[in-house]
């Protein structure tokens, strides 16, 4: 038995006790209606409300799209973060794209939340935009809730997640152009980043998945360029300029191109093309290679043709002193190595050549550049790729394509000129059928005893 007090707990005691409470509290409103000023009233019903309603357990951060005047870094992450983060349970958003933009760029609506699990502890965030009476957008904002015991987790690495995952979103989706002084302007809407140079975007279609190369020496390029990217600190601390250099050098159509728009294409680095020819002297040089942006690849192609001083450097330095009217080797290696160390950060150079032997020894020295990638005849493992490129087809599971192999393994015979005959006809059997009898009329004309090196052993780790 339960003591007795002013209410028993039957449900008639129970409804008369509510009744007495509802009328109660319809009394007190009614009296500070009539009796208290306003502004003490709010107080008083705040102060009654955070008296009933039990304390929330929940932190919620405001990430206004300004910081000051600037734009807000966290606010531009979330942005760009929550775009892969959209679920089945999201019930709106939005989709756009430019004409010029290859993807669709999604957002969340407003009022739409977003449930993030990150470690093992799940955020909301929501996307608030409000109206002024005209309709006009006033403010924006991202709210985002979470357990207030995770208060140091969520401001810390949490936060800290999302603005490196949204810059590497970022870098996914770059748009990767090609800078050339014979090009005037951009035909894009977000323009050119570097000074005198003109810019089109980068179209090549070339990947590492689309290069026919022998499979180990692609894994080493690819493994060097990450390598390269995440020793940034490292080259700081070593007080080396955080540059790399790559010398590609190869018969035509052997693919050195093709393997600069790969990388390009994969680090989304864009290309600064850098033609020799029309650059007038040293000093012209130096204003070309200063002009040019962070993150990107410089090539200077045929590098053997592109000055004749190249071949021969005693020549060169003494034109250099006496007219000092030409680029020269000196120049670019002098600007490479010197000036280089103090400026600017995340530069490939790619220097191509036909000819390695007629390259001053200069440029071969080991620690000009990082890497010497021989890009020679095709392979019949290389060819597997350009197979499955052209005629999507899996080499492996075609009878004629052992043959084929074997016939390239023992031909010298360049990616460019299979591409050519892969391109021949639509249909698979004629395809390859004419590629055996091109195979074999070439090898009848060749003399074997050259045989080619392995791809893998013309790589030099310098
Ligand atoms: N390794 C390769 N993998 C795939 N395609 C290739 C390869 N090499 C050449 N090709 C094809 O041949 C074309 C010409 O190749 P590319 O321009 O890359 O050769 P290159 O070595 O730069 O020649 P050059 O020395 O004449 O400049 C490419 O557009 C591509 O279609
Ligand atoms: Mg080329």
């Not at 985002?144 to 949204?166: N, Q, R």
């Not at 004749?308 to 290696?333: F, H, P, W, Y």
């Not at 031909?411 to 074999?440: C, I, K, N, W």
Request: with cysteine; charged share 30%; glycine share 6%.
């Amino acid at each position: 038995m339960f003591p007795s007090s002013g209410f028993s707990f039957t449900p008639s005691g129970l409804f008369s006790a509510y009744a007495s409470l509802t009328g109660f509290s319809m009394l007190v409103r009614s009296i500070l209606q009539d009796f208290v000023p306003e502004k003490l009233r709010l107080y008083l019903y705040g102060l009654f409300e955070r008296f009933i309603t039990p304390e929330s357990k929940d932190l919620t951060v405001v990430i206004d799209d300004k910081f000051g005047v600037n734009r807000n870094q966290v606010y531009d992450a979330a942005e760009t973060y929550l775009r892969n983060k959209i679920g089945p349970e999201t019930k709106r958003i939005r989709v756009g794209k430019t004409p010029k933009e290859k993807h669709f760029t999604v957002s969340v609506e407003k009022g739409e939340e977003i449930i993030d699990s990150y470690e093992n502890f799940e955020v909301k965030w929501i996307y608030v935009q409000t109206e002024n009476e005209r309709g006009n957008k006033e403010k924006r904002y991202y709210e985002l809730t979470f357990d207030k015991k995770l208060k140091d987790k969520v401001m810390g690495s949490y936060l800290s997640h999302v603005v490196a995952a949204s810059e590497e979103i970022k870098r996914s989706l770059r748009v990767v152009k090609l800078y050339s002084q014979d090009v005037y302007g951009s035909d894009d809407e977000d323009g050119c980043a570097g000074g005198n140079w003109g810019c089109v975007r980068l179209e090549h279609p070339s990947t590492f998945d689309t290069l026919a190369m022998n499979p180990d020496a692609k894994k080493i390029i690819i493994d060097d360029l990450e390598r390269f990217l995440m020793r940034r600190e490292f080259y700081k601390r070593v007080g080396k300029a955080w540059k790399r250099g790559y010398l590609l050098y190869g018969p035509p159509g052997t693919g050195k191109s093709s393997l600069i728009a790969a990388m390009a294409n994969y680090l989304k680095f864009d290309i600064f093309d850098i033609e020799l020819s029309s650059i007038a002297d040293n000093g012209d040089l130096k204003r070309v290679l200063l002009s040019t942006t962070s993150r990107s690849i410089l090539v200077i192609e045929d590098i053997d043709c592109s000055t004749t001083e190249v071949k021969d450097r005693e020549v060169e330095d003494q034109e250099d002193i006496r007219t000092n009217s030409k680029v020269t080797l000196s120049g670019i290696l002098n600007f490479i190595d010197g000036l280089w160390s103090s400026y600017g950060d995340e530069r490939i150079f790619v220097f191509t050549t036909n000819h390695k032997e007629r390259l001053d020894p200069a440029l071969l020295r080991p620690g000009r550049m990082d890497m010497h990638i021989h890009m020679s005849f095709c392979t019949g493992i290389a060819f597997r790729t350009l197979v499955s490129n052209y005629l999507g087809l899996d080499g492996l599971n075609h009878p004629l394509c052992e043959d084929i192999e074997r016939l390239i393994d023992s031909t010298e015979v360049t990616p460019a000129e299979l591409a050519e005959e892969l391109m021949h006809d639509e249909d698979t059997e004629v395809v390859l059928r004419g590629l055996v009898s091109f195979l074999e009329k070439r090898r009848s004309r060749e003399t074997l005893q050259r045989r080619k090196l392995a791809m893998t052993k013309n790589i030099v780790v310098l």
